[in-house]
């Protein structure tokens, strides 16, 4: 995990096995709540493996959140944010 | 070779690759399906799953009456205890492993290298079950039910399209409400996804040209038993030989299609076996692999924690065991056996169920720790 000058928390999650990606995609939303809802913070998550491209944004919407997904070379890059 | 193995060997490989690039594509996980289902309750690819089983039901009735499959499939045989333990077990291992006997394989065309160790963990797992099976037999032969009947309509006394007929009237409207809902897709996706739905319908017709061409349903499992043969017989060839599992010719039929007799067992043999499943299992990693690779997604990361390494390997291992012991795996009871309502397919899904609700619990305490 890195924290940048933007607010943007990364984890890397690529190359983990399912379905890993998604319980700690679960965990840093969960635990970052307040911040996501005070936009002082973004989650950003590199993933690999495509079913949590599906699974990921589908759970962060449901919570709540805006989500992007955006393929990066050859894997797939979720940014998680308060809704607008 | 003659031309009607040439057709079922280049047939397998094609059909093997198709389902290898579709499920690549929708990430279509068996094993994903039942643990997500308790991890998350994420239900629209269990639905999926759903709409293929149903799909083939009319599918397997209608080459039946046209006289192009036996029935029952061969390989199947009446139901047993052993088939609810092998169940339970290959439930716990899929999700350990992060994927069956064959997500493994599209997975590992895709570059995964947890796969690959799951795959690993199969073969020995079948090699596991290779030197306990003269033991298995004398457990097994006391669970068996007191019934000759290999199907429920059999066991009914009714006809084979009676019960299938009852599914479709009783599952359709249920899977069209889903339909109506937009329970058969999602909303997001990767580059190049297929909707589950998709998905379900295409693997359905891949299944069921498989087992009129092949004669047997889409299966892998026992051509794992066989590479572990393979991987014996220049370190022991003497005890690879006497060993009761592959000596056994298991698979004795009379193709429907072709009028040729198939043979074939475990053993580390080119047999009739070799031919059906060896080219479906290349066809699978060379169709993930295809699948990746048009999208510029084949990238093999060895990153994961090693407990995760562990986690796919034992969970492989348990498989290959629970494969031989159930017998055979997820995908021949799913898309093969319940679909014809066979008992044996029944008491494996009855079995893999908890498993695989086992299983989840196993991987997020144990080994995620989340």
């Given at each position: 995990m890195a924290m940048t000058e933007m607010q943007e928390l990364v984890f890397d999650l690529r190359g983990r096995i399912c379905p890993s990606t998604l319980l700690v995609a679960m965990k840093e939303m969960n635990g970052h709540r307040q911040e996501l809802q005070e936009r002082?913070?973004?989650?950003?998550?590199?993933?690999?493996?495509?079913?949590?491209?599906?699974?990921?944004?589908e759970m962060a919407r449901n919570m709540g959140y805006a989500v992007s997904l955006n393929k990066v070379e050859q894997h797939y890059e979720i940014t998680i944010s308060a809704t607008a | 070779?003659?031309?009607?193995?040439?057709?079922?060997?280049?047939?397998?490989?094609?059909?093997?690759?198709?389902?290898?690039?579709?499920?690549?594509?929708?990430?279509?996980?068996?094993?994903?399906?039942?643990?997500?289902?308790?991890?998350?309750?994420?239900?629209?690819?269990?639905?999926?799953?759903?709409?293929?089983?149903?799909?083939?039901?009319?599918?397997?009735?209608?080459?039946?009456?046209?006289?192009?499959?036996?029935?029952?499939?061969?390989?199947?045989?009446?139901?047993?205890?052993?088939?609810?333990?092998?169940?339970?077990?290959?439930?716990?291992?899929?999700?350990?492993?992060?994927?069956?006997?064959?997500?493994?394989?599209?997975?590992?065309g895709g570059g995964s290298s947890l796969a690959a160790t799951a795959v690993l963990g199969l073969i020995l797992g079948s090699l596991l079950y290779v030197e306990l099976d003269a033991w298995w037999g004398g457990i097994a032969k006391t669970l068996s039910f007191a019934t000759a009947a290999i199907t429920l309509p059999q066991l009914l006394g009714?006809?084979?399209w009676l019960p299938v007929l009852v599914s479709l009237a009783l599952l359709t409207p249920l899977v069209a409400h889903w339909w109506r809902q937009g329970l058969l897709q999602v909303a997001f996706g990767p580059e190049?996804?297929?909707?589950?739905?998709?998905?379900?319908?295409?693997?359905?017709?891949?299944?069921?040209?498989?087992?009129?061409?092949?004669?047997?349903?889409?299966?892998?499992?026992?051509?794992?038993?066989?590479?572990?043969?393979?991987?014996?017989?220049?370190?022991?060839?003497?005890?690879?030989?006497?060993?009761?599992f592959f000596q056994r010719q298991g698979f004795n039929m009379i193709h429907p299609l072709f009028g040729i007799r198939l043979t074939g067992g475990g053993g580390p043999r080119l047999d009739s076996i070799a031919l059906i499943q060896f080219p479906l299992m290349a066809g699978l990693v060379a169709g993930g692999a295809l699948s990746a690779l048009r999208l510029g997604e084949l990238r093999v990361y060895f990153n994961a924690p090693l407990r995760q390494y562990l986690s796919a390997l034992c969970g492989g291992v348990v498989m290959g065991l629970a494969s031989r012991l159930a017998p055979a795996c997820n995908i021949w009871h799913l898309t093969g056996g319940l679909p014809v309502l066979a008992l044996q397919s029944i008491l494996f899904v009855a079995g893999l169920v908890p498993g695989a609700w086992l299983g989840a619990r196993l991987l997020t305490r144990l080994i995620l720790k989340i």
């Open positions: 002082a913070v973004q989650l950003r998550l590199l993933v690999e493996n495509r079913d949590a491209t599906v699974t990921i944004p | 070779m003659t031309t009607p193995l040439l057709i079922i060997l280049s047939g397998q490989l094609l059909l093997g690759l198709t389902a290898g690039f579709v499920m690549h594509r929708a990430d279509f996980c068996m094993a994903g399906i039942f643990r997500d289902l308790f991890l998350f309750r994420r239900r629209t690819m269990l639905y999926a799953l759903i709409l293929l089983v149903l799909a083939l039901m009319p599918l397997y009735e209608l080459t039946r009456l046209l006289g192009l499959t036996n029935y029952p499939f061969a390989l199947f045989g009446p139901p047993s205890y052993a088939n609810l333990l092998g169940g339970l077990l290959f439930g716990v291992g899929m999700v350990l492993a992060g994927g069956c006997v064959v997500g493994s394989l599209y997975r590992l009714v006809p084979p190049g996804h297929i909707q589950p739905w998709h998905a379900a319908l295409l693997l359905a017709g891949v299944a069921a040209v498989s087992t009129v061409l092949a004669g047997i349903p889409l299966g892998v499992t026992t051509s794992y038993a066989k590479l572990a043969g393979y991987l014996m017989l220049p370190f022991a060839p003497e005890h690879t030989a006497s060993l009761g």
